[in-house]
């Protein structure tokens, strides 16, 4: 099923950690120097110095604990627009049948996000390095295509929304929302010029503030609907499919998921990741559907910021949005330019990280804001094979244990691995069930035939620690 193997080529790229820092009340700015001089440097050695270890795996002295890693997830889980997701499925089903989308959704996406966790820590590779055993040196191209595309309409809706809001809160004339999307499209993108104890700092304060925000609002709402018993009464006006619900809850962190091995690896003990990720996608993620479902299903609006305001919360919804989505934006974007890096066999992550934003900013401008649940629902379908591709071949092809990335060798295509990914996402487009889970089991069943036709299963030598 695979073509003859070559030795597996060091990329001088960086392909993990998103970052962002923003210190709150500094005296000083030094944000010139600091883009100057990394600007100048080289990506390899910029990226050594921080210890982030793009190009191999993560070493037992560099590992982080449990709630470092916890805080940096739930940062990247409190996100604006699965509120607005959220708001959707409120407006769709009862307050009994939404929780209950909620729960399976978020269990389902988690358990993801926590199997590909536990792997990431055991090999202290990240998604991008691992594509590269179960699609090959160059078919691995496919995976860096596929999480580019996901991480670049994250970021184009992102950057549209702020724009937009802005200009609807504040009252501003609709002529400055372009500019203001120009603005912020390459604003953002500065922050993905550092490192991770910056995005711990920032989750530490932006989470707790994020969660108050959720809490002040759900009580309003409470209070407004007039408890229980009025919210119960409430009944749908926009119908939807259980299974098309679940997809969207799935959908809206499907490539966050995919891609939180470039924290999760980092995780001390295969525990402290799956910890760390059920807490982060379950609990995290899971609160941002609720809150957005239930003030939707009260003020029966899907616009959270609506909502807000509303709930006379419109100064505290601009402070939430822009905190918000300046900490997502940053390690989004990031995540384009290393994908875009790997796609093109490139060493220039800045200029890349600044073609992404560019065509992010494209993106928005072209009205990606209205895009985001046919969106949604695509990544739902698309990105879960990747991790089902991923975990068949680490635990069946490699029997739990991959070979030190440096000296491996590899095919230039892994054909089980693109074919047993094609047929999975197919499957879970076309399929009326629920997507991801479709998806997963397809290519990760195939996956396993295939390798299994082909007499590929066999256990790979052991030359890297737990």
Known sequence: MQDEPRELSALPCPSSISVLIVRIGMRRLYWPGIIRSRWNA????????QGEFSLSEVPAHERKGALSITMVLLSFTFFTGTMFAGGKIGVAFRVVDTLWVAVVGNLLLAAYAAALAFVASRSGLNSVLMGRFCFGEVGSKLSDFLLGFAELGWYAWGTATVAIVLVKLLGWPASVTTPLMVLFGFGFSITAIVG?????????????????????????????????????????????????????VFGTFASGATQATNWTRLAKSGRAAVVASM??????????IVAGAYCAIVYQQSDIVEVMMLQGLSIAAVVMLCLNLWTIQGPTIYNVSAAACHLLRSERRRTLTLVGAAVGIVLAIGGMYEMLIPFLILLGSIIPPVGGVILADFWYRHRGRYPAIASARLPRFNIAGLAAYAIGAA??????????LVGIAASSFCYIVFVQIAGRAVRAPSVQGE
Not at 42 to 49: E, L, N, R, V, W
Not at 235 to 243: G, I, L, V
Not at 427 to 433: D, G, I, K, T
């Open 196 to 248: 991770y104890r910056g995005m711990d700092a920032l989750s530490r304060v932006s989470v707790p503030l994020m969660f108050a925000l959720l809490v002040v609002s759900m009580w309003i709402a409470t209070r407004d609907v007039g408890g229980w018993p009025g919210l119960a009464k409430i009944a749908p006006t926009q119908p939807m499919s259980f299974a098309a619900a679940v997809t969207m």
């Open 42 to 49: 080289g990506d390899q050695k910029t990226m050594a110095t």
């Open 427 to 436: 499957l879970a487009y076309a399929s009326p069930w629920i997507a991801p």
């Open 279 to 288: 807490i982060g996608f379950f609990v995290g993620n899971g609160l941002m």
